[in-house]
């Protein structure tokens, strides 16, 4: 390839890379189909009206699996001791779509339905609290540059 070639090229691989960072930055790529969800806590302070009135801290990641055939949906948590949890039985639609019926592990999980690629929190399932933000606003409090 000459260089006249290259340089036409280069803003097509520019805006490529781009897209591809920004699908990976919304999880619309993943390696296994997987959703993860991105979860923060509030340091030296409460929630309230899902507002932190003290210190923004990455939290856990919560990584979901639907199995459609399977109607199940297979939950962990990325670095933890904990065992992987199982949702079951399940309507799945997509990876991003699907409502679980409450079991043995729900309590282990931050929620029994997602909706376009969002948990659907239920107070009175018997599931755990969380408060989720996107991978970007994750990624900048795991690694100290955002405050808030």
Known sequence: MNLTRMVRFAPLLIVAIMLGVFLWGIDFL?????????TVECIQGTWSD???????????RYRYRALQRRKEVLFWVPGSTEPSGRLSPCEV????NWTCQAGGDSPRSITLVMAKGRPVADPAANTRP???VSKFKWMLLKYGTADQ
Not at 30 to 38: F, N, R, S, V
Not at 50 to 60: E, H, I, M, P, W
Not at 93 to 96: H, T, Y
């Open 50 to 60: 899902n507002q932190c009135t003290g210190k923004l801290a990455a939290s856990d």
């Open 30 to 38: 993943t390696l296994q189909g997987e959703w993860t969800i991105y």
């Open 93 to 96: 639609e997509s990876r991003a």
């Open 130 to 132: 969380f408060h989720a």
